[in-house]
Nanobody, 122 residues
């Protein structure tokens, strides 16, 4: 039931990474979100997408650089991250709601993955 993230790694500033999140068919037919947590900081919202994908939301600092999208045939949601900055360094988490709309609020997500590390060097 829990989503599984992949695609993290080490990249230089200005580079790109694509994160993937695979969920069960039951979990996937819902609003999905990406959150991140940097060392010593609280977890924060990054992006969300509704089911089946008409609506998306982004935090201001990633808007124009990150894109969230989903492949419904393969129960996968992606986070394409371009023009990465050192301040994007964090553990990135995928989460699923029990409703079809997306949300920026962490407490509105029920299912969480284990996270994948993204490190952006200067």
């Amino acid at each position: 039931v829990q989503p599984v993230e992949s695609g993290g790694g080490l990249v230089q500033a200005g580079g790109s990474l694509r994160l993937s999140c695979v969920a069960s068919e039951r979990t996937f037919s819902s609003g999905m979100g990406w959150f991140r947590q940097a060392p010593g900081k609280e977890r924060e919202f990054v992006a969300s997408i509704s089911w089946p994908g008409r609506s998306t939301y982004y935090r201001g600092s990633v808007k124009g650089r990150f894109t969230i999208f989903r492949d419904n045939a393969n129960n996968t949601v992606y986070l394409q991250m371009n023009h990465l900055k050192p301040e994007d360094t964090a553990v990135y988490y995928c989460a699923a709601r029990r409703y079809t709309s997306g949300s920026t609020r962490e407490y509105e997500y029920t299912y969480w993955g284990q996270g994948t590390q993204v490190t952006v060097s200067r």
